[in-house]
């Protein structure tokens, strides 16, 4: 098997199921976003609209010392961001910068802003996770 096949193997489509089980992983085993979650309490939904398998929902729940990511809404929600399919891949390849898409209105945000801002420390250590696996992501539009 070449190496392209094998690239091509262990691609994971972005959004997927697979997509979120290995999110779930890494963030689990991240003691960084474990270390943050002693500190921190946020509940993040992010929905993704129009994507080629129609809405995706996902999460993250942070706090009592323990980070967790999966599939569906937070319980308890702190934060919504809803975004369309193209605005999340752009995001997600870093052709749009996040900040603009917020500022633009790409990105829709509902809750509580403050407890959004004081988790900054959250969403840099999950942009590490992320970056793991965005080596391994395929994405399409």
Same mark, same amino acid.
């Given at each position: 098997?070449?190496?392209?096949?094998?690239?091509?193997?262990?691609?994971?489509?972005?959004?997927?199921?697979?997509?979120?089980? &290995?999110?779930?992983?890494? @963030? !689990?085993?991240? *003691?960084?976003? +474990?270390?943050? /979650?002693?500190?921190?309490?946020?509940?993040?939904?992010?929905?993704?609209?129009?994507?080629?398998?129609?809405?995706?929902?996902?999460?993250?729940?942070?706090?009592?010392?323990?980070?967790?990511?999966?599939?569906?809404?937070?319980?308890?929600?702190?934060?919504?961001?809803?975004?369309?399919? &193209?605005?999340?891949?752009? @995001? !997600?390849?870093? *052709?749009?910068? +996040?900040?603009? /898409?917020?500022?633009?209105?790409?990105?829709?945000?509902?809750?509580?802003?403050?407890?959004?801002?004081?988790?900054?420390?959250?969403?840099?250590?999950?942009?590490?996770?992320?970056?793991?696996?965005?080596?391994?992501?395929?994405?399409?539009?």
């Amino acid at each position: 098997m070449s190496t392209s096949d094998q690239s091509a193997e262990r691609s994971i489509d972005y959004l997927s199921l697979a997509w979120i089980r &290995e999110l779930t992983r890494e @963030v !689990a085993d991240s *003691t960084t976003l +474990a270390e943050l /979650a002693q500190r921190h309490r946020i509940g993040v939904t992010q929905v993704v609209t129009d994507t080629p398998e129609g809405d995706v929902t996902y999460h993250l729940q942070v706090g009592d010392g323990f980070a967790t990511f999966g599939a569906g809404a937070a319980e308890p929600e702190d934060v919504r961001m809803q975004q369309d399919h &193209e605005t999340a891949v752009a @995001v !997600a390849t870093g *052709t749009l910068n +996040a900040q603009e /898409a917020f500022v633009t209105g790409r990105i829709l945000l509902f809750g509580d802003r403050e407890a959004l801002m004081g988790a900054q420390e959250v969403f840099a250590a999950l942009d590490a996770v992320f970056t793991s696996v965005r080596d391994r992501t395929r994405y399409t539009v």
